[in-house]
T-cell receptor, first 114, second 115 residues
Framework: DTGVSQDPRHKITKRGQNVTFRCDPI?????LYWYRQTLGQGPEFLTY????????KSRLLSDRFSAERPKGSFSTLEIQRTEQGDSAMYLC????????????FGPGTRLTVL | GENVEQHPSTLSVQEGDSAVIKCTYS??????FPWYKQELGKGPQLIID?????GEKKDQRIAVTLNKTAKHFSLHITETQPEDSAVYFC??????????????FGTGTKLQVIP
């Protein structure tokens, strides 16, 4: 499968724990995006990378959230000291375009914070 | 920020009928207008897109029309089938004041096709 993959698909954690998600974009896609989606809502932009550079972060991305894309390929999203309000689907997308264009989404990681 | 309105929020149609979903935006600099389909438990999937230099694009039963003057674009699905049942989102990419990309999704339309 050459699409965008995300791991894990589901994560259940207790409040206060740290979690890390991984996204593997389509090979050679230089843009990578992270979104958060809660039930019944559209995806909300969190951050994006152009190769290894993180270019923009949403105000939704509090200081408990950090994202990396160290070699310009896969990316990780870490949430520290999780809160119940962090429960959501975390989506990753990649794009071959350096100026924006079609994005290809992964299946998402569903996070449940108890 | 970008103001994106998507209507209707829910839509039920009989199999074989047409469905139309409309997305209205505020950023006049936008020049790329995609529609995504999201099935339960899956990530959004691009189904059709249009660029600002054309007014309409069609791909089999799916079409998108764009009115740049009025700042809205619409998704048209003809001869609907039960497998068209899903949530549909429009997306407005743009550039913020810092020169970086911004992305705003519409609020979504839950389409139900009744067999």
């Amino acid at each position: 499968d050459t699409g965008v993959s995300q791991d894990p698909r589901h994560k259940i954690t207790k409040r206060g724990q740290n979690v890390t998600f991984r996204c593997d974009p389509i090979s050679e896609h230089n843009r990578l995006y992270w979104y958060r989606q809660t039930l019944g809502q559209g995806p909300e932009f969190l951050t994006y990378f152009q190769n290894e550079a993180q270019l923009e972060k949403s105000r939704l991305l509090s200081d408990r959230f950090s994202a990396e894309r160290p070699k310009g390929s896969f990316s990780t999203l870490e949430i520290q000291r999780t809160e119940q309000g962090d429960s959501a689907m975390y989506l990753c997308a990649s794009s071959p375009h350096s100026t924006g264009g079609e994005q290809f989404f992964g299946p998402g990681t569903r996070l449940t914070v108890l | 920020g970008e103001n994106v309105e998507q209507h209707p929020s829910t839509l039920s149609v009989q199999e074989g009928d047409s469905a139309v979903i409309k997305c209205t935006y505020s950023d006049s600099a936008s020049n790329y207008f995609p529609w995504y389909k999201q099935e339960l438990g899956k990530g959004p999937q691009l189904i059709i897109d249009i660029r600002s230099n054309v007014g309409e694009k069609k791909d089999q039963r799916i079409a998108v029309t764009l009115n740049k003057t009025a700042k809205h674009f619409s998704l048209h699905i003809t001869e609907t089938q039960p497998e068209d049942s899903a949530v549909y989102f429009c997306l407005i990419p743009g550039v913020n004041s810092g020169g970086y990309q911004k992305v705003t999704f519409g609020t979504g339309t839950k389409l139900q096709v009744i067999p």
